[in-house]
């Protein structure tokens, strides 16, 4: 579903407030590493002015992102990410956080393409969708990010299926 409705007078702009800072560093994610996937959204709802982090999907909408709220501007879809080089493995996310968490742990350098191919669901809704882009990738070697929950352990089985003969991998025990 989408809030567009909901909001107004919106702003999409670079990464630089100190909240969405702190919350990122509280999350283990460095803000300049965020920075180059994530840019802030504030806007205004029910009269109140509020911010989030945006990350944006393939059908140009945001998903939002802050301590207290996740939601989504404009239409809910996935966000692919794809790599340069032909056949590199997928990594396939439930969410941008969980996205940005994993960069974090590899100690990625910031405005550098990760090595491999990315498809963020932004919702276990979006799970047919991600699967039709994950097959078109076409690269037979899929690494699964998804919650250590009955909803993400469901995800799983959903790409190991639908994946057949690729390569999968579940890293959600592994993952946090």
């Known amino acids: 579903?989408?809030?567009?409705?909901?909001?107004?007078?919106?702003?999409?702009?670079?990464?630089?407030?100190?909240?969405?800072?702190?919350?990122?560093?509280?999350?283990?994610?460095?803000?300049?590493?965020?920075?180059a996937w994530v840019e802030e959204a504030h806007y205004t709802h029910d009269g109140r002015r509020f911010f989030a982090l945006a990350f944006k999907n393939r059908s140009g909408?945001?998903?939002?992102?802050?301590?207290?709220?996740?939601?989504c501007l404009g239409h809910k879809d996935i966000t692919l990410l794809p790599c340069a080089s032909a056949g590199a493995p997928v990594r396939v996310y439930e969410g941008f956080m969980d996205f940005?968490?994993?960069?974090?742990?590899?100690?990625?350098?910031?405005?550098?393409?990760?090595?491999f191919s990315v498809v963020v669901l932004n919702s276990a809704a979006m799970r047919e969708a991600g699967l039709a882009v994950v097959r078109e990738l076409g690269?037979?070697?899929?690494?699964?990010?998804?919650?250590?929950?009955?909803?993400?352990?469901?995800l799983a089985v959903f790409f190991r299926e639908g994946l057949g003969e690729w390569s999968v991998t579940d890293h959600s025990r592994d993952y946090v």
């Open 61 to 71: 909408g945001h998903e939002l992102r802050n301590q207290y709220y996740k939601g």
């Open 139 to 154: 690269a037979a070697e899929a690494h699964l990010y998804f919650d250590n929950d009955r909803a993400g352990q469901e």
């Open 1 to 35: 579903t989408s809030d567009t409705a909901v909001f107004q007078d919106v702003e999409i702009k670079p990464l630089q407030h100190p909240a969405l800072r702190g919350y990122l560093t509280s999350r283990a994610i460095p803000p300049p590493l965020a920075s």
């Open 100 to 115: 940005l968490s994993d960069l974090a742990s590899m100690t990625m350098k910031p405005n550098i393409p990760p090595p």
